[in-house]
């Protein structure tokens, strides 16, 4: 019975799931990323696309925007509903304490710029939700949107 209504749920409520990594390297340094189609310095990610499992989107997305590669187990630390992307968009933010970059990221049709940087000086420009995204893995109450 549940197969036969999988499909009517979907398209009763379908939802959108990414996910965004707060990637650090041995520095204790946060990698961020500036898009060439949207303003701003984000944490990295993309969304989960069919057949795919969470770990697997954050795994091609730290590869695919920064040349990450993941020491150890992702932590996941909070899930979000970013409603200025939508009702349906939810966000999988994962902790990873320890990344190496296998070779520096250059500028492509994506990503204009990527780069680790000291959560004490972030580049001018890094969102509010970036901001506030560290200020929750330091101690505060994650909110539960993006």
Not at 19 to 27: S, Y
Not at 38 to 58: K, T, Y
Not at 90 to 116: G, M
Request: one cysteine or more.
């Amino acid at each position: 019975m549940v197969k036969v209504l999988h499909p009517f749920f979907l398209l009763k409520r379908p939802m959108i799931l990414g996910v965004r990594a707060a990637a650090f390297d041995g520095q204790g340094r946060v990698f961020l990323v500036r898009h060439t189609y949207v303003s701003g310095w984000h944490l990295p990610g993309g969304g989960v696309e069919r057949g795919e499992s969470a770990g697997q989107a954050l795994e091609k997305e730290l590869r695919e925007e920064g040349n990450l590669r993941v020491n150890g187990p992702p932590q996941l630390f909070a899930a979000y509903l970013n409603r200025a992307a939508s009702r349906w968009d939810h966000v999988l933010l994962y902790h990873c304490s320890s990344v190496t970059q296998d070779a520096p990221k250059h500028a492509d049709r994506e990503i204009a710029e990527a780069d680790f940087f000291p959560t004490d000086r972030l580049p001018d420009g890094t969102t509010a939700a970036t901001r506030r995204r560290l200020e929750e893995l330091n101690g505060s109450t994650p909110s539960p949107y993006w």
